[in-house]
């Protein structure tokens, strides 16, 4: 102890070990944006789903087909956007496709899902938010009208902000162009089954993603059409914790099912096995 009697008592050298200053790997801990219990980040496992609250953190898009073991073959991967003036557009687009390896914010192409042939999109939060851009809309109208020809099931994975506001009024029009497709496809008697994960939102929510034969819903997925924010300026109230996400929206009726990740594949073959026109395809 008679080292912290002395006031100018020297504290001992400590040996430098190259281990001390080597920094700690981005990502490897982790809040759940849910329920904000501290994770490791192998606590998530492949599905990256939160041991505590089953939220589903979000996923790039060949992460899903992966997860979905499904057999894929892409459709119109070299669709890309022309030539554009906004500023700074063209470099943000440029970070978004070497991030996803996308050209766009959407997968599309067929996929066998527990051995039934669909037609499937997958939109993707990491592409600029998965907004809605002019070939967003084009490929997602592509996929429901080669499904109308091709007599397949569609499953389409929702993750939107909403319009990208960068295309502005062409953004708005692919909610229109989309519904046309969507209502062909159903006029053929074929059913298209959406999944909405987290964040659904904005032009997206307000046109296919709530236009489908069967709804689900990843646990706890933000879904609505006005940010919180925005619905709490305009009203000048507070709103419920809860009442844009997954379970609010199942018991207000415009869900039919929440659904764990893990069981996703199982449970849309099955839906596609049941919807299936008398005497199969």
């Known amino acids: 102890m008679d080292l912290f009697n002395k006031p100018n008592a020297k504290l001992p050298k400590i040996k430098k070990d190259a281990h001390v200053d080597a920094q700690i790997p981005d990502g490897l801990f982790l809040a759940c944006p849910y329920c904000g219990e501290q994770l490791y980040s192998k606590q998530l496992g492949d599905h990256r789903v939160c041991p505590n609250c089953g939220y589903g953190f979000r996923l790039q898009a060949y992460e899903r087909v992966r997860l979905m073991k499904t057999a894929f073959e892409e459709w119109d ?3 890309t956007l022309g030539e554009t ?3 700074g557009y063209a470099e943000k687009l440029s970070r978004a496709k070497s991030q996803t390896k996308l050209n766009e914010s959407v997968l599309t192409g067929q996929a ?4 039934e042939t669909v037609a499937l999109g997958i939109m ?3 592409f600029m938010m998965g907004s809605l851009g002019t070939v967003t809309g084009e490929k997602i109208t592509r996929l429901f009208e080669k499904a109308t020809t091709q007599q397949l099931p569609v499953i389409l994975f929702t993750a939107s902000g909403g319009a990208r506001m960068q295309e502005g009024i062409n953004s708005l029009m ?3 162009k989309v519904s046309a497709a969507v209502a062909a496809h159903q006029e053929a008697g074929l059913p298209y089954f959406v999944v909405l994960t987290d964040p ?8 296919f993603a709530m236009q489908g034969d069967v709804t689900l819903a990843e646990p706890h997925a933000l879904v609505g059409f006005a940010g919180k924010r925005v619905i709490e300026q305009t009203i000048h109230e507070k709103v419920p914790k809860d009442f844009q996400r997954a379970e ?8 039919d099912a929440v659904v764990q990740r893990k069981e996703l594949p199982t449970v849309l073959a099955q839906l596609v096995k049941f919807h299936q026109p008398q005497g199969g395809r």
């Open 77 to 79: 991967a070299d669709l």
């Open 85 to 87: 003036d906004f500023p």
């Open 112 to 115: 066998v899902i527990e051995n």
């Open 124 to 126: 993707d939060s990491y």
């Open 174 to 176: 692919q909610m229109a």
């Open 200 to 207: 659904t939102t904005g032009g997206v929510t307000a046109s």
């Open 248 to 255: 609010t929206v199942l018991e207000n009726g415009f869900i």
